[in-house]
């Protein structure tokens, strides 16, 4: 039988959580309810995505914890997360990684499907029943149209709208959300939120973790800070951010490494013709030719080819007969391990392949090979390149760490310190800022901003309007695959830089929602 409104569904009492050798989570007390919607913020490893795995019952209390996780689904509480994890579900950007960095062909449709076995392969068509309610959750975000396109062919945000209607389609319980409007446009996101807060309005709990507080529906009236580990922070979500603004603290960014960057040809990249991606036409009627010293913003919606223009600049796509390229002075025919040896990369589809047991320092050295791990000794000159950039963008206390430890945040920091540790002519730069908390975003903004302004150039995407320099001043829009507009990018006001979050130790002892 449903809980009545304000009943437990999973509490958390004095928990802690250890991984990895570290501890991720300490004394950390709170309750999801029935009705209640809570936003849980903090800064990039604050174990915001270790805290919704614990709900879920992904993660486990440390056996040495005093502490205890009850779940009370079935009206009597237990502490097995045995059928937990089908009636909570769980949308994260980690989810949609599983996918690339397998590139497993998978419809879109079967992704959906596969939310009612809770697996990444779904199990054969389902009961009428079941059939409607997957209908129903690709209708609501807006997937029919591309609902028999693969994981791997669509785009970043149809992808992720993929994964939230797999968890909407088995009418969970409970919806935990992780960064989950990352890589979405505009319109997308506001599809997407107004969808979700139909459903906390009708009653769903939600719990969403973001860095951009404007990503809040309005209905989480709970909200809760984390930092390092503990909550230290909670309550009515009005104080709680108020608290938390009159606590942040700006602090200075990093230096610069000092480098000489290379002399780049000119031009650096000219292109003509059409795209091809398994005999499919992603990009038609191409003329763009971008010039040294030039930085492009790179713009348009979600599915409109930005991410395939990006790789077919590194080489990693190529023209359909009788187009021609112009890669750096590589040649038309250039191979793509040259390209990568002079282009930085950072991109959503090389952070999906960079798991296992490397630290944070190989991840920044392995750029030097344009690869993913080391495959030999590193100089004494690329150490030096690797942790000068680490430190640059705030990473430099990752070098030690194995990345099965960071947070998504974190791993895109160590992937811009490999893109830059290469001293490249040319930075390739697929949503950068993606997954950093507010200090981060504003202080990587101010780096990318420094290096377009001393002439390296840059080619940028992102769905943010205040994630563009204003040292950049050409702009590429796209739409259902082709160019909309290419030139100077149009004059748009100031926008003020993103509040930084708390750096430093938690201000106070752990405790949870008062």
């Keep these: 039988m449903?809980?009545?409104?304000?009943?437990?569904?999973?509490?958390?009492?004095?928990?802690?959580?250890?991984?990895?050798?570290?501890?991720?989570?300490?004394?950390?007390?709170f309750t999801l309810r029935e009705g209640e919607s809570w936003a849980l913020l903090g800064g990039n490893g604050a174990g915001k995505t270790t805290l919704l795995r614990l709900?879920?019952?992904e993660a486990w209390p440390h056996p040495s914890s005093r502490g205890r996780r009850t779940f009370h689904l079935d009206g009597s509480p237990g502490e097995s997360p045995i059928g937990a994890?089908?009636?909570?579900?769980?949308?994260?950007?980690?989810?949609?990684?599983?996918?690339?960095?397998?590139?497993w062909a998978v419809p879109l449709e079967d992704v959906v499907r596969s939310g009612f076995t809770d697996g990444v392969w779904p199990g054969g068509r389902l009961d009428p029943a079941g059939e409607r309610a997957v209908d129903g959750a690709i209708g609501l975000l807006g997937l029919s149209a591309v609902r028999r396109r693969t994981m791997v062919e669509v785009s970043t945000g149809e992808a992720r709208r993929a994964l939230l209607a797999r968890a909407l389609a088995p009418g969970p319980r409970a919806l935990l959300l992780d960064e989950f409007v990352n890589g979405l446009d505009a319109p997308s996101r506001s599809m997407v939120l107004e969808a979700v807060s139909g459903l906390a309005r009708?009653?769903?709990?939600?719990?969403?973790?973001?860095?951009?507080?404007?990503?809040?529906?309005?209905?989480?009236?709970?909200a809760a800070v984390l930092e390092d580990g503990c909550i230290v922070l909670s309550g009515r979500r009005e104080e709680v951010e108020a608290e938390w603004r009159s606590r942040l603290a700006r602090a200075p960014a990093p230096p610069l490494p000092s480098v000489r960057p290379r002399i780049p040809p000119d031009p650096l990249f000219d292109v003509r013709g059409d795209v091809l991606v398994d005999g499919r036409r992603v990009?038609?009627?191409?003329?763009?030719?971008?010039?040294?010293?030039?930085?492009?913003?790179?713009?348009?919606?979600?599915?409109?080819?930005k991410s395939t223009f990006l790789r077919l600049l590194l080489g990693e796509e190529h023209l359909a007969p009788g187009g021609r390229i112009q890669r750096l002075?590589?040649?038309?025919?250039?191979?793509?391990?040259?390209?990568?040896?002079?282009?930085?990369?950072?991109?959503?589809?090389?952070?999906?392949?960079?798991?296992?047991?490397?630290?944070?320092?190989?991840?920044?050295?392995?750029?030097?090979?344009?690869?993913?791990?080391?495959?030999?000794?590193?100089?004494?000159?690329?150490?030096?390149?690797?942790?000068?950039?680490?430190?640059?963008?705030?990473?430099?206390?990752?070098?030690?760490?194995?990345?099965?430890?960071v947070s998504y945040g974190e791993l895109r920091r160590l992937l811009l310190a490999r893109a830059l540790a290469i001293d490249p002519e040319v930075l390739?730069?697929?949503?950068?800022?993606?997954?950093?908390?507010?200090?981060?975003?504003?202080?990587?903004?101010?780096?990318?901003d420094a290096l377009c302004?001393?002439?390296?150039?840059?080619?940028?995407?992102?769905?943010?309007?205040?994630?563009?320099?204003?040292?950049?001043?050409?702009?590429?829009?796209?739409?259902?695959?082709?160019?909309?507009?290419?030139?100077?990018?149009?004059?748009?006001?100031?926008?003020?830089?993103?509040?930084?979050?708390?750096?430093?130790?938690?201000?106070?002892?752990?405790?949870?929602?008062?």
């Excluded at 994890?85 to 590139?103: K, M």
């Excluded at 009708?202 to 709970?222: D, S």
């Excluded at 950072?346 to 952070?351: I, K």
């Design 85 to 103: 994890r089908e009636r909570i579900a769980l949308v994260s950007a980690e989810a949609q990684d599983a996918y690339l960095r397998r590139e």
């Design 329 to 405: 002075d590589l040649g038309p025919s250039a191979d793509v391990r040259e390209v990568r040896a002079r282009v930085g990369i950072v991109s959503p589809d090389l952070q999906a392949r960079h798991r296992g047991d490397a630290t944070g320092l190989e991840v920044a050295l392995s750029g030097f090979e344009g690869s993913i791990g080391l495959s030999g000794q590193p100089t004494r000159a690329q150490r030096e390149s690797a942790l000068a950039w680490m430190d640059a963008v705030g990473a430099a206390h990752l070098a030690e760490r194995s990345i099965q430890s």
């Design 55 to 57: 709900l879920r019952g």
């Design 202 to 222: 009708g009653g769903l709990p939600t719990v969403l973790a973001t860095h951009r507080l404007e990503e809040v529906i309005p209905e989480a009236r709970h």
């Design 2 to 29: 449903k809980n009545a409104l304000g009943d437990p569904l999973v509490t958390l009492d004095d928990v802690d959580v250890r991984l990895w050798g570290r501890a991720l989570l300490r004394r950390i007390s």
């Design 428 to 448: 390739l730069l697929d949503e950068p800022f993606s997954g950093l908390e507010p200090r981060a975003r504003a202080e990587t903004l101010a780096l990318v």
């Design 283 to 305: 990009l038609r009627d191409l003329d763009w030719r971008m010039r040294r010293g030039e930085s492009w913003a790179v713009r348009g919606p979600n599915g409109a080819g």
């Design 453 to 514: 302004r001393s002439g390296r150039p840059v080619v940028l995407i992102t769905h943010h309007d205040d994630e563009v320099p204003s040292s950049i001043a050409f702009e590429l829009r796209l739409r259902d695959g082709r160019v909309e507009r290419s030139g100077t990018r149009e004059a748009r006001p100031a926008r003020p830089p993103p509040p930084p979050t708390p750096g430093g130790g938690t201000g106070g002892p752990c405790r949870g929602p008062g």
